[in-house]
């Protein structure tokens, strides 16, 4: 990883419906158009009508990350850009955690989540009762959630990570030892660019990011000479070892936009690949990738049944939500850069 933070991207705003679709005609066959321009028209219009802003993570589908989307990035950055939305309504194209830090961050808000069973295995892996064990096993360590949790897990938290800082919120704390839950693999990734520190982990995962091996890196490397390797650290150490750069998924499309490799594989989810491409024509993307079935939980029909009805509306148990807030804004006070 490298200390280079990724801002949040803002679209370009309500195109006509031609120029939509040039953004995703590498991805959208033309001849399924026609059923989603009416879903984007109905979209567009209806966040106008009710002031209202999408924020949309980078595994979105490029049909609503290139058509709909106000906001689009990794998680810091959508947990960065929700505290300043002066909109009244805030539609999160992610999955539930992503919705649960918005509304923390920007409580008067109404956040709605288009389906309320988009979930995370991360945040599935760990309760309060377990972090309340773990500070009575570790007393006096501090704990570092990462932003994959639910808030009842980071009420339980002295702060937040998310994969694009956790590297220096480790530092930040100056203690020798740390708890970084509950992604044992970040951990372990962050363990290797901070050995003086002693990082304490949990055995969750991303069921997405842990089913890549370094077989895979070795095969597409001998498939295609020269290709560059980027994976996300929420991948298992030994793949990351065989990768040559490893960041958030924001801090994956910066490197992809800056160095501008031939030929590229993203060793993530499959979306990314193809929200990169659409602007990136002349840069070849070599798949493998895995599908998160959460994040894919998100279709234009839901969001335009989220604006239209207003639901799912996200809301945080006020008896931890300033402690969840607490933990979140700690680490938005972290120095990045
Ligand atoms: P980023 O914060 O890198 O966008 O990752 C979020 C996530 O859920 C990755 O699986
Ligand atoms: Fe959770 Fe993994 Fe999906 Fe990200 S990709 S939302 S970490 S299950």
Not at 82 to 90: E, S, W, Y
Not at 215 to 232: F, L, M, Q
Not at 313 to 323: G, H, K, N, S, Y
Request: aromatic share 4%; hydrophobic share 45%.
């Amino acid at each position: 990883m490298t200390a280079t933070i990724a801002p949040a991207s803002r679209m370009p705003g309500a195109l006509p419906l031609p120029d939509l679709y040039a953004r995703v005609s590498r991805h959208v066959p033309a001849i399924e158009w026609p059923a989603l321009a009416p879903d984007i028209e109905a979209i567009l219009r209806l966040k106008r009508e009710k002031n209202a802003v999408i924020l949309a993570h980078n595994y979105q589908a490029p049909e609503i990350f290139h058509t709909v989307a106000d906001i689009v990035g990794d998680s810091l950055a959508l947990a960065r850009e929700a505290v300043t939305v002066d909109a009244d309504i805030i539609v999160l194209a992610g999955v539930h955690f992503m919705a649960e830090t918005a509304k923390l961050l920007n409580p008067s808000k109404t956040v709605l989540i288009p389906d309320m069973g988009a979930g995370c295995s991360l945040a599935d892996s760990i309760t309060a009762e377990d972090v309340r064990a773990l500070r009575r096993t570790y007393p006096g360590v501090p704990v570092v959630t990462y932003v994959n949790t639910s808030a009842a897990v980071k009420a339980e938290s002295d702060l937040c990570c998310t994969s694009g800082n956790a590297v220096q919120v480790v530092r930040s704390l100056n203690a020798p030892r740390v708890l970084m839950i509950p992604d044992e693999f970040l951990a372990q990734n962050v363990q290797a660019e901070v050995p003086e520190v002693e990082i304490l982990t949990w055995a969750g995962h991303c069921e997405v990011h842990e089913r890549f091996t370094p077989a895979d890196i070795r095969d597409v490397r001998e498939s295609y000479p020269g290709v560059t390797v980027i994976a996300h650290p929420e991948c298992p150490p030994d793949v990351v070892a065989e990768s040559d750069f490893s960041g958030s998924t924001a801090m994956m499309m910066d490197y992809v936009v800056q160095k501008r490799p031939a030929q590229v594989v993203l060793v993530t989810e499959c979306s990314m690949a193809d929200n990169i491409a659409a602007a990136n024509p002349d840069i070849e993307f070599i798949k493998p990738c895995n599908m998160c079935p959460h994040m894919k939980r998100m279709s234009l029909r839901n969001i335009r049944r989220s604006l239209e009805t207003l639901t799912h509306e996200v809301t945080v148990d006020p008896a931890l939500a300033d402690r969840a807030r607490a933990a979140v804004e700690r680490m938005l006070a972290v120095r990045t850069r």
